[in-house]
């Protein structure tokens, strides 16, 4: 049995950092609904808007959540391809 090391290295240090990148993106989209909770709190919320918050922290929570969603089910196509 002939083990191929360097694929074996290529494919441990892309699955690190593809799982580091997701768990990156995922973080930056609770950070954003943190800090869109944190202006709504803050009296912002009197501007006139309805909900209050920054609707962009919104759009940009919900694009990091389906970056990390597409990424899972990427994954998920790999394994189970036939």
Do not use: D
């Not at 950070?31 to 922290?57: D, I, Q, V, Y």
């Amino acid at each position: 049995m002939h083990i191929k090391w360097n694929a074996l290295a290529q494919t441990a240090g892309i699955s690190f950092g593809v799982t580091v990148a997701v768990v990156a993106v995922f973080a930056l989209g609770i950070l954003a609904l943190s800090r869109r909770e944190a202006a709504a709190g803050t009296g912002e919320a009197g501007t006139g808007t309805a909900g209050g918050g920054k609707p962009a922290l919104l759009v940009g929570a919900y694009a990091c959540f389906a970056v990390c969603a597409a990424a899972v089910v990427y994954g998920l196509v790999l394994i189970a391809a036939p």
